[in-house]
């Protein structure tokens, strides 16, 4: 019996990770030009590695997405010569981390080697397939940096138990170099530890102090090579550029759309037509809030019933997962009522917060149900990989005509401006 569960599951993870392929690389050739957040980013991580230099026609030196966000792309483009290799690089090495992360995660949850690379691979075939896919799930092949960095934290939560001062130098590459607006999450992560040490506060002060250290690593290491490859002038430069940048962001204020904290406000910049969110589908505004405000809830339900001694979990887990539902709220409040023009991007680190969140409990719930659930997950594989089937069936893996991502095999050409490309 235990062979043909084994049998079973490793024909799971090969037909749903192909399937996954086959829509990937449909979204990698047919996904239409991406504003110039894209083709920006892959010039900036190009220019790196070829020449030291992270700067890019739109933004300068200066960078919204980093070097640990984007370095896939420059492998793909190195590679083939073509937004279209970049693009697959960055969708396989995403594919790859999320992989290694959810191996890790099970595993020390106390799956299986099989069940623990199993896991992973389908929830990976659910968040990616239409109608229950990720809102904005195909961001990373857009190389904006947001599933990268949130990987990344992902590595530095697992580390942080054995590990924390190695854990502070994924943190500070997922903020210095991957997504500045993803701190909260970073600061929601590291208050969680210290908070459920019960540390005096001579301890808690140098401990933050270290951590701090640690942090700013990744920093330092950046502002000694932009010394080193430039002069001090380039390190005040980068400073300007970036302050610049996050000052004049159209997130926080646009004239016109109202902002509070009020239902009425609400109720306007929900029904605004400048605002993304009325022209959502009705299935990707419930995800949005199930991910977001449902991962508050679940993590409500999850910490009483470790209270209650029902599930089991550790007391740095509980205070992690208790102040990263705090930091959904907060993202989710200043995506609701502030960010001006609610961008679903902007709203991702909430997103993949509870996405993760659900996993977690979800992980928890399983490992101590007394009732035998493995027949309920062999059936919802089977559901996923028909699911993923029907999509795949919808589309051919490559488009005949030339599509965007093909045909742009020059940075810094009118065939990859996404403003003029026809």
Same mark, same amino acid.
């Given at each position: ?17 192909l ?10 050739d047919?996904? #239409? ?20 230099a ?22 793909? @483009?190195?590679?083939? !010569? ?5 693009r ?35 929830? @990976? ?5 239409a ?5 904005? @799930? ?24 054995? !590990? ?47 951590y701090?250290?640690?942090? #700013? ?12 490859r ?26 016109g ?11 306007? &910049? /929900? ?44 007391? &740095? ?6 102040? /990263?539902?705090?930091?959904i ?15 679903? &991007?902007?709203?991702?680190?909430a ?12 992980s ?14 062999y ?12 999509s795949?069936?919808? !589309?051919?893996i ?6 965007? #991502? ?17």
């Amino acid at each position: 019996m235990k062979s043909l569960s084994t049998c079973f599951l490793i024909l799971v993870i090969i037909v749903s990770s192909l399937l996954s392929w086959h829509n990937m690389i449909y979204q990698v050739d047919t996904l #239409s030009p991406f504003y110039t957040d894209e083709v920006a980013n892959v010039q900036a991580i190009v220019s790196f590695l070829s020449k030291g230099a992270y700067i890019s026609d739109r933004y300068g030196p200066l960078y919204s997405s980093g070097i640990a966000a984007t370095w896939p792309s420059a492998i793909g @483009w190195f590679i083939g !010569h073509s937004l279209f290799a970049s693009r697959l690089a960055a969708a396989f090495f995403c594919w790859l981390l999320a992989l290694v992360l959810g191996y890790w995660f099970f595993r020390r949850n106390g799956y299986g080697p099989i069940e623990s690379i199993a896991a992973p691979v389908c929830i @990976w075939g659910l968040s990616i397939t239409a109608p229950l896919a990720i809102p904005y @799930w195909f961001g990373f092949m857009y190389t904006l940096g947001e599933l990268n960095t949130v990987i990344l934290i992902g590595f530095g939560i697992l580390l942080l138990s054995r !590990h924390p001062l190695l854990s502070m130098i994924f943190f500070g590459l997922a903020f210095w170099h991957g997504k500045f607006s993803f701190f909260l999450l970073v600061t929601a992560v590291v208050l969680g530890d210290i908070l459920s040490q019960r540390l005096s506060m001579q301890r808690i002060m140098h401990r933050l102090l270290k951590y701090g250290i640690f942090f #700013s690593m990744p920093l330092i290491i950046w502002l000694v090579w932009l010394c080193l490859r430039f002069d001090l002038a380039m390190i005040k430069q980068w400073f300007a550029y970036t302050w610049q940048w996050v000052d004049h962001n159209p997130s926080f204020y646009v004239e016109g759309i109202p902002s509070g904290f009020s239902w009425d406000v609400l109720k306007q &910049r /929900l029904s605004s037509p400048y605002c993304e969110w009325a022209g959502y589908t009705l299935g990707t505004k419930i995800k949005d809030l199930f991910l977001t405000l449902g991962a508050i809830g679940v993590t409500f339900v999850g910490l009483n019933l470790a209270k209650r001694k029902i599930i089991t979990i550790s007391e &740095r887990e509980k205070w992690i997962s208790a102040m /990263l539902a705090f930091s959904i709220l907060f993202y989710s409040s200043f995506y609701f009522f502030i960010h001006s023009v609610m961008w679903q &991007r902007h709203l991702q680190a909430a997103v993949y917060a509870g996405f993760g969140l659900f996993i977690f409990w979800g992980s928890k719930w399983a490992r101590s149900c007394s009732y035998n659930l493995r027949w309920f997950f062999y059936a919802a594989a089977v559901l996923l990989i028909v699911l993923q089937a029907v999509s795949s069936a919808k !589309h051919p893996i490559f488009q005949h005509q030339i599509t965007y #991502s093909r045909s742009c095999t020059d940075l810094y050409s009118s065939k990859c401006d996404p403003t003029i490309y026809k």
